[in-house]
């Protein structure tokens, strides 16, 4: 069946402006998983689901970013006035269930100019 | 969480066995160890999962010896197409719910 998506693929934007990046889990995949890759870099957890809701939020770096999770399936992870430092790979894992094995979407390149 | 440490980069030529070698001293008893491969560009992939002696799958094998503080991923007869980074986690398979990425190990495969 279809793999984890996400959209867009690559996005630029100016300094200041926000970005709203989208994955679409596999279907009935209950856990969700939100991460970040700087280049040349390991990486670095932000955000997980279970079902709509959160419980760890750890890893968001900072009060510009959030996420959100509708349906139990599609989440959208929110950057606002987004920084030069935000620039990375985005990447999105789902997994059938927690602690089951994490499949990895191709991620949405985010260049902030 | 155990922190994991490997080899930075690794070289090989198509063919040839590859063995990297991850160390994970302070591995807790609920610890799994995985294997995920990516290449540029991609999400990473899971490649292979275990907890104690030798785990094999069609891609590769994993070793493990008794003490767990340590574990071997090996891929057989490797091509171009195995370039790659490799990352070595160590966590539960639950309860820890996000997956802890090191810097992993690039190896290039060579023809």
């Known amino acids: 069946g279809a793999g984890v998506s996400q959209s867009p693929s690559n996005k630029v934007t100016e300094k200041g402006k926000d970005v709203e990046l989208r994955c679409d889990p596999i279907?009935?995949?209950?856990?969700l998983y939100w991460y970040r890759q700087s280049l040349g870099q390991g990486l670095e957890f932000l955000i997980y689901?279970?079902?709509?809701?959160?419980?760890?939020k750890s890893g968001l770096p900072s009060d510009r970013f959030s996420a959100e999770r509708t349906g139990g399936s599609v989440s959208t992870l929110t950057i606002q006035r987004t920084q030069q430092e935000d620039s990375a790979v985005y990447l999105c894992?789902?997994?059938f269930g927690d602690g089951e094995t994490q499949y990895f979407g191709p991620g949405t390149r985010l260049l902030v100019l | 969480l155990a922190k994991t440490t490997q080899p930075i980069s690794m070289d090989s030529y198509e063919g040839q066995e590859v063995n990297i070698t991850c160390s994970h001293n302070?591995?807790?008893?609920?610890?799994?160890i995985t294997w995920y491969q990516q290449f540029p560009s991609q999400g990473p992939r899971f490649i292979i999962q275990?907890?104690?002696t030798k785990v094999t799958n069609e891609v590769a094998s994993l070793f493990i010896p008794a003490d767990r503080k340590s574990s071997t991923l090996s891929l057989p007869r490797v091509s171009l197409s195995d370039t790659a980074v490799y990352y070595c986690?160590?966590?539960?398979?639950?309860?820890?719910?996000?997956?802890?990425f090191g810097s992993g190990t690039r190896l290039q495969v060579q023809p």
């Open positions: 689901f279970q079902g709509n809701s959160a419980p760890d």
């Open positions: 275990g907890y104690k």
């Open positions: 279907s009935g995949h209950t856990a």
């Open positions: 986690l160590v966590g539960r398979n639950t309860g820890r719910r996000a997956l802890t």
């Open positions: 302070n591995i807790a008893t609920n610890d799994y």
């Open positions: 894992a789902s997994s």
